[in-house]
Structures are given as structure tokens and as C-alpha cells.
């Protein structure tokens, strides 16, 4: 087995599925048959089972999964220490952010984190809070970028703060909202237990939802076009999109998200992490 075979066995092992891995590490679907027939006769057991459902797993393929898994962290490690050995910052930095993060925030803080260290090489993945804190917890990834009541045991820092809103175009009350129309947005379940908790301490019945669509960027406009009302964490409001803001509040209080930097603390032993914490820090006057 090597490298190629551990990304093989991880990602299939992950999808479930010989067309998705076959695209994901692209080769062809016979090319992926071929090499896994190899791996069952190089060991003489059978990796899976295929059915109407998809791809299962036998006991002896799960034990090559966690394998191939424990390879592939070894080898991320040797590479991280590698570069760290060097006295210049360099090497691959692994990053995850949620993904309202990563389209408001991160661009302008990765341009100049790679403006002063131009020789560090970036891999970032985006996506659901849970789904990063998993890539942080198996260390796939050295730090996060992540916005909420965040579950974490490692090190945080809290680098900003953010209010919820109401935003539609034109100028709204409160006790009006039950009555128009509401546009949902998909988003993660954290945001969306915050919006279903403070909608169920302010109205006795349901929203009126009009719209229910797969991005902020999407609702956004939506709500431009005086189609209907939303409620958006500040980070995805600007002066220019020219909408009318109402502050969520829960008792009188406004209803703040928190956004973290995540990290463990033995990973600030790589030059490359401990320089981006710092940067953050500088970047957020912390």
C-alpha cells in the first residue's frame, strides 16, 4: 500500500460510492475497481460489499480504513515538522471555516497573512460547524475559523462579535412580521436554532415563509427586491446593499454570535500555526 491507496480506501470509505471517488481523486471508475481488487488480493480478504444501497463495508475493510487514516496523519505530520525545521514560515497550512466566515472574513485575512509569508501553502476546507470541528479533532486541519456557541476542548479565541438582525427594504415593526412574507435561507444548525429559539419567544404561531432558498448571498437579494424579510447575522450586511436592520433582541438584550480562531495547543509548536495566530490576533487588534 501507499499514499494513493490510503486516499483511495479514506475517500471511498467516505462516499460510499465507486463514481463519486473515482471523480474525486480523478481516475476512471475500471482504474478504482482495478487497484481495490489488487489491495483484496494483496491481503486475501474482501474489502465490501456492494448493494442497492451503496457500499458496506467488511470488518476487515473498516480495519484497512483506520489504517490507511492513521497513514495519512503520520505522513501529514512528518511534512509538518519537516517545515518546521526550517527558520523561514513555509509549508502547508490546513484550514477550516464555516462558510458565512470564509465568504465575509477570510479572503482579507488570508491575502495578508499570505502577503507576509508568501512561501506558506493554503488548504482550506469550508462547510458545517460540526463538520470542521471533526476535521480539527482527527487534525486533518490545524486551525478554524468558526462562528457560534462553538463545543470545543482545545484553545479558542474569540476575535469578533456580531448582532442578529431583521432585514427587509423598506422600514418594518416588530409586530408585523407574522404577517409578511419570510424568506429562509439554508444555513447551519446552530443559526438556526438561534433563529427558531428567539421566533418562539417573541410569536405564538409559526412564520409566514414565502421562500426558502440555498444561500445567504441568494436570500440577500431576494430581500432587495422587497420580496419579503429574513433574519441575517450583521457580518452578511453592508452599507451598500441599502437595507433597513432590526436588532434582534431576547429579553432586552441583543442576541450577539461570537466568532472563534480554534486551534489545538500542542499544533502551536509549528512555526506556521503560531505565526497565523499571531496575525489574527494583530488583524483583530486582540
Known amino acids: 500500500m501507499n499514499e ?37 488480493k494483496e491481503f486475501g480478504i474482501s474489502l465490501m460489499h456492494r448493494g442497492n444501497r451503496g457500499i458496506t463495508f467488511t470488518s476487515e475493510g473498516e480495519y484497512l480504513v483506520r ?7 503520520e505522513l501529514k505530520n512528518t511534512e509538518d515538522a519537516l517545515s518546521n525545521m526550517n527558520r523561514e514560515v513555509s ?26 509569508y508568501p512561501d506558506v501553502d493554503l488548504q482550506l476546507k469550508t462547510g458545517w460547524s460540526s463538520d470542521i470541528i471533526s476535521h480539527l479533532q482527527d487534525e486533518s486541519i ?13 484553545k479558542k479565541i474569540l476575535i469578533a462579535r456580531e448582532h442578529m ?33 428567539w421566533w418562539l419567544k417573541n410569536f405564538d404561531g409559526p412564520a409566514h415563509t414565502s421562500m426558502e432558498v440555498d444561500r445567504i448571498e441568494t436570500c440577500k437579494e431576494m430581500v432587495k427586491r422587497g420580496l419579503g424579510y429574513s ?28 466568532s472563534w480562531f480554534l486551534y489545538k495547543e500542542e ?11 499571531q496575525f489574527v490576533k494583530e488583524y483583530y487588534s486582540i
Open 165 to 197: 438582525s431583521v432585514v427587509s427594504k423598506e422600514e418594518i415593526t416588530l409586530e408585523e412580521l407574522p404577517r409578511l412574507n419570510y424568506i429562509k435561507y439554508r444555513t447551519d444548525p446552530l443559526l438556526k436554532n438561534t433563529f427558531d429559539e
Open 231 to 258: 433574519l441575517m447575522p450583521n457580518i452578511s450586511i453592508h452599507d451598500e446593499d441599502d437595507l433597513y436592520t432590526l436588532d434582534m433582541k431576547t429579553d432586552g438584550r441583543n442576541i450577539v454570535r461570537n
Open 67 to 73: 489504517y490507511a487514516e492513521k497513514m495519512l496523519r
Open 142 to 154: 490545524h486551525a478554524a475559523f468558526l462562528r457560534g456557541d462553538i463545543r470545543w476542548k482545545g
Open 91 to 116: 509549508g502547508t497550512l490546513r484550514l477550516g471555516s464555516s462558510s458565512n466566515f470564509a465568504h465575509y472574513e477570510l479572503p482579507d485575512i488570508l491575502e495578508g497573512f499570505i502577503s507576509r
Open 4 to 40: 494513493k491507496d490510503w486516499q483511495l480506501l479514506t475517500i471511498l470509505y467516505e462516499e460510499r460510492n465507486i463514481t463519486k471517488t473515482a471523480k474525486k481523486l480523478y481516475i476512471s471508475q475500471p482504474s478504482l475497481t482495478y487497484r481495490l481488487k489488487q489491495l483484496e
Open 267 to 277: 499544533t502551536l509548536d509549528l512555526r506556521i500555526v503560531s505565526s497565523l495566530m
